[in-house]
């Protein structure tokens, strides 16, 4: 079996064939990696992106929920992104986790060049994988390290790569490529501030020449393999042939789905899903018409205490109401006369379509007007509840009034429609 590491590095790709004999090596322009495929023929291909290829962001939640994460993870990119966040695929993992504030670290990639090797494995008929070389580099250096927060710097003659590692995983990463030694001296001083930056353990691995200017008093380390020693270019494809570890494959994801099912696939999940909404659907409709009615109820109970503030039990205040009216020297009630309190009650539950979520919290007619307060999921929800009440034939002139957003993210409401006579 077949296997080609690729590490992928400004326009050059530096490529590792392994299989049966000696390994092969090819340092090739990324123009010419389908040729190099079609050479090899490999069952197996590992993408290696290197550092500057790829966007590091770290982000403080006030939440830990994985499920929260990636709810809010695209809104939160898209000030942080050079471009919109559609426009990459993106792997995430937490530096610290608690139940007031959560940070995590988060690698976006171009999703065009995802596609591009998603493409060639179909065409090519190989299973892709993928790693970075940051994480190679801590896949293979942390089992060398004591320490449990660190730094480490690699270099080449015209790479360096620094990895801050916090409670035993990468937080941050920092790279520079130059086109010739002359340029990367200068940024050897930048580096060197990096490095000590957080009062951390630091160790060095690569060229030593240039790790003992930027770092003269930080640990050297030889992390395996063989490539180590091997030409500059070559380590991290070599390394990502055997490495393992939890961060050794990245597992990239897109906003949105960019995996293809076979028609027939999709054809039998279709099927199903219909199958299994018509046979739960009897039981779907009673959860959401309890809460409905439930959350009516609560809204009657605080504007019956509201109107009669004295009234130290409710147990019906509809019925409590009208006996209060019954009994009142004058009879009277703000009411018309024609509008049933009940009645528009069950016409706006009926009219609440099945699948939405509306949490009512205050419910007033007055003078044949009906104002409800409520929150919702999302504001499509909210339209779609507008577009239910102006198709009865009981309101009409239904207008959305004033709108906030909760802490997590519903929208708070306040609706007013017309009753018919």
């Known amino acids: 079996m077949k296997t080609l590491s690729i590490y992928l590095r400004g326009t050059e790709a530096f490529c590792v064939a392994t299989g049966r004999g000696e390994p092969a090596v090819f340092r090739v322009a990324q123009t010419e990696i389908e040729t190099v495929i079609t050479a090899v023929k490999p069952h197996t291909v590992t993408v290696v992106c290197s550092k500057p290829t790829i966007h590091w962001r770290r982000i403080t939640l006030p939440f ?25 695929v993106h792997a995430w993992h937490f530096l610290s986790r608690g139940s007031e504030t959560t940070e995590i670290a988060v690698a976006a990639w171009e999703r ?4 591009f090797w998603m493409d060639m494995a179909r065409k090519y008929r190989f299973f892709p994988g993928f790693s970075m070389d940051a994480f190679l580099l801590f896949s293979l250096a942390g089992p060398l390290i004591p320490d449990h927060s660190y730094a480490l710097l690699y270099a080449e003659q ?28 200068g940024q050897e001083r930048l580096f060197s501030v990096l490095l000590s930056q ?3 353990p630091v160790y060095v691995c690569g060229d030593a020449t240039i790790t003992a200017r930027i770092a003269p008093t930080a640990t050297l380390i030889h992390p395996p393999p063989a490539a180590a020693s091997a030409e500059a270019g070559f380590f991290f494809p070599d390394a990502a042939a055997g490495v393992s570890g939890a961060f050794a494959r990245t597992k990239w994801r897109a906003f949105g789905d960019l995996r293809v099912l076979p028609r027939e696939a999709l054809v039998t999940c279709a099927v199903g899903a219909v199958i299994l909404v018509l046979a739960c659907s009897p ?43 019954r009994s009142s020297p004058h009879g009277e009630t703000r009411l018309p006369p024609n509008v049933s309190t009940l009645r528009t009650m069950a016409v706006f539950t009926r009219a609440v379509p099945q699948h939405l979520q509306v949490d009512v919290t205050e419910f007033s007619i007055r003078n044949r007007s009906l104002s409800v307060s409520g929150t919702v999921e ?11 009440l ?10 959305v009034g004033t709108l906030s957003f909760t802490n997590d ?9 017309k009753i018919l006579p």
């Open 64 to 88: 830990s929920q994985p499920s929260k994460i990636r709810l809010v993870l695209k809104d939160l990119l898209e000030d942080l992104l050079p471009r919109q966040t559609d426009e990459y």
């Open 112 to 115: 065009e060049s995802y596609r």
């Open 158 to 185: 015209n790479y360096l790569l620094h990895l801050m590692v916090e409670n035993g995983v990468p937080a941050d990463v920092h790279s520079y490529l130059a086109a010739d030694t002359a340029s990367l001296t």
């Open 198 to 200: 957080k009062n951390l």
């Open 283 to 325: 039981y779907i409709k009673i959860p959401s018409a309890e809460r409905t009615v439930a959350s009516l109820k609560e809204t009657m109970i605080s504007l019956f205490k509201q109107a009669v503030p004295e009234a130290t039990r409710v147990v019906d205040p509809l019925a409590q109401m009208r006996e209060r009216v």
């Open 378 to 388: 999302t504001l499509k929800s909210l339209e779609n509840l507008k577009e239910s």
């Open 390 to 399: 102006t198709t009865t034939a009981y309101f009409f002139d239904v207008t």
């Open 409 to 417: 993210k519903r929208i708070n409401f306040m609706l007013t429609a």
